[in-house]
């Protein structure tokens, strides 16, 4: 019933790029916590990007600077903007929602960063 779908995901050169989406349905989106992960090839999985109920962002080293993630609780969506990405970039991004020791996720979407 819960779900997180995200989309967005694809090809995309060098310095170029994207803007992830994860759309919720069955939570009340405006009280969650929302965040995107990422899992490369051989990798564990990372955090990239929190923001809060309360709209406070936070973000992981390797992508400050370069990404920005917002929400919309009326479209229950949240958005990871991409820019200036790199080939160690590539892997698939997660989208999580979490709150009160509850937490769901996505199905993932894949993003390749290569020329």
């Known amino acids: 019933q819960v779900q997180l779908v995200e989309s967005g995901g694809g090809l995309v050169q060098p310095g170029g790029a994207l803007t992830l989406s994860c759309v919720s349905s069955?939570?009340?989106?405006?009280?969650?916590?929302m965040a995107w992960y990422r899992q490369a090839p051989g990798k564990q999985r990372e955090w990239v990007a929190t923001?809060?109920?309360?709209?406070?962002?936070n973000y992981g080293d390797s992508v400050k600077g370069r990404f920005t993630i917002s929400r919309d609780n009326d479209k229950k969506t949240a958005y990871l903007q991409m820019t200036s990405l790199k080939p160690e970039d590539t892997a698939v991004y997660y989208c999580?929602?979490?709150?009160?020791?509850?937490?769901?996720w996505g199905q993932g979407t894949q993003v390749t960063v290569s020329s």
């Open positions: 999580n929602a979490r709150f009160s020791e509850t937490g769901y």
């Open positions: 069955g939570i009340i989106f405006r009280q969650y916590a």
């Open positions: 923001i809060t109920a309360g709209g406070r962002t």
